[in-house]
Every structure is written in C-alpha cells, then in structure tokens.
C-alpha cells in the first residue's frame, strides 16, 4: 500500500486549508490514521489522529482549529485547519496502519506536503 498526501500550500494567517492523504493498493482495512508535522530545525510532531471507528485525538496547538475526518470508503484521512498561525508552518505527514495482502499490518507513511502561513 502507499499513501498519497495533497492539499498544501500558502495561506494567510486565519486562512483556512484542508490536506487529504488517499490509501491505495491491495487493503483489507485501516486501522488508525494520523497526521504529523515537522518544523525546519524541530522534531515530528503528532497533529491528531483518528480509529477507524471515529475517534479522534489532538494535540493541545491545535485543538478547536483543525479536525481530523477520514472515509473508510475511500481509504482517506482529511485534516481540515481553521485559524491558521504562522507557527503551522511545517511540512505535514499522514500515517495510517493498513492490514493488506496475508493480513499483516503495517504502518505506512505518506510524502509529506508543505502548508506555510504567512503572517
């Protein structure tokens, strides 16, 4: 499986955006899926996540300002951002656990795409 990321790029601060990341391959089913941020000189970071069931956590930055969805049908996580600050700036993963061919599991991510806020 593989892991398709698209939907950044420069915003204005308060601007809105909103990243998808499309599965594709031979899966049976999702488990968990996610999205990460790194900032240039700073460490991955966990943005939210959501099961497959629906729920969701995230990280204290940006909790009431972005909201994480997925559809199971389509093998794709959503990462809608609101209020938008310049320290959002960062290249975005997605990261999803896929059970594929023979049932085993594994985790996958995604290319990564650049979202900068401009202030």
């Known amino acids: 499986a593989q892991l398709v990321a698209s939907g950044g790029g420069l915003v204005q601060a308060g601007g809105p955006l909103r990243l998808s990341c499309a599965a594709s391959g031979i899966i049976f089913s999702i488990q968990d899926m996610g999205w990460y941020r790194q900032a240039p000189g700073k460490q991955r970071e966990l943005v939210a996540t959501i099961t497959d069931g629906g729920t969701t956590n995230y990280a204290d930055s940006v909790k009431g300002r972005l909201t994480i969805s997925r559809d199971n049908g389509k093998h794709t996580v959503y990462l809608q951002m609101n209020s938008l600050k310049p320290e959002d700036t960062a290249v975005y993963y997605c990261?999803?656990?896929?059970?594929?061919?023979?049932?085993?599991?594994?985790?996958?991510w995604g290319q990564g795409t650049q979202v900068t806020v401009s202030s």
């Open positions: 990261n999803a656990y896929v059970t594929g061919l023979g049932h085993f599991t594994y985790n996958y």
